[in-house]
């Protein structure tokens, strides 16, 4: 049997090792956690594709880190949380330098491809700052099948976005972790057999999941778990 918390430092140990790691479990299995837990080693920017959820997110990481440690980038208001009964007050960090940043998938694409929200359209924006704020971070996809057309079960194209986003980013000194409640096999597929990326993929779930994911089993690096295995509350 194994404890939730000993799957999540064995993750958390091929992510220092700077491996791009892909967990695909069950919603209620802690992925948001484990990616505030992160916060505890590293610098991370969680990037989710929903405003809705940041403020669930920034609860997580402020109880791991202080409260001025956190920011977020997204097109909402003032965000407080709430810790140990008081109502605190999150900032927002449009060029992304606190040690843990939340963030909506637009909005971490547009700065790190155009410019900082606030400068954008500005002559001399600070493009350079957000590499900096990417360096030696943990950048985590969030709901990762997102990104992915409804079609690409079926062979389409885009799936390739996995190897690109993952080789770009570890060009530039980041670690990458996408999670998901389920990707496409042809699109993990596609991210195992790409050149020049040390992939490892954490596969959790039940005897369908194990089933989808069976023709991936052969590769070493690819680990598969049975819910069932795991303690519960560990």
């Not at 090792?17 to 590293?42: D, M, N």
């Not at 990326?197 to 994911?213: A, Q, R, W």
């Amino acid at each position: 049997m194994l404890s939730r918390r000993a799957i999540q430092e064995s993750i958390m140990e091929k992510i220092d090792r700077g491996r791009i790691v892909v967990l695909i479990a069950p919603t209620s299995f802690g992925k948001s956690t484990l990616i505030a837990k992160l916060c505890e080693k590293f610098r991370v920017l969680d990037m989710l594709p929903l405003r809705s959820i940041i403020k669930d997110q920034l609860e997580k990481m402020v109880s791991t880190l202080r409260a001025d440690s956190v920011g977020f980038l997204a097109g909402l208001g003032e965000v407080r949380v709430e810790l140990e009964g008081n109502s605190i007050k999150i900032e927002k960090d449009p060029f992304m330098l606190r040690r843990g940043i939340v963030a909506t998938y637009d909005s971490a694409f547009l700065t790190t491809l155009l410019a900082p929200l606030v400068e954008v359209g500005k002559a001399r924006a600070h493009w350079d700052v957000v590499y900096y704020a990417l360096h030696d971070r943990v950048v985590a996809f969030d709901e990762a099948h997102i990104l992915m057309r409804a079609d690409e079960a079926e062979g389409g194209t885009s799936r390739d976005i996995l190897p690109s986003f993952a080789e770009i980013l570890a060009k530039i000194g980041c670690r990458v972790l996408w999670t998901s409640a389920t990707i496409p096999p042809p699109s993990l597929k596609t991210l195992l057999a790409a050149e020049g990326i040390d992939v490892s993929v954490v596969i959790i779930g039940g005897n369908e999941m194990m089933k989808l994911y069976e023709p991936l089993a052969s590769s070493g690096s690819v680990e598969m778990i049975d819910v069932n295995e795991i303690i519960r509350g560990g």
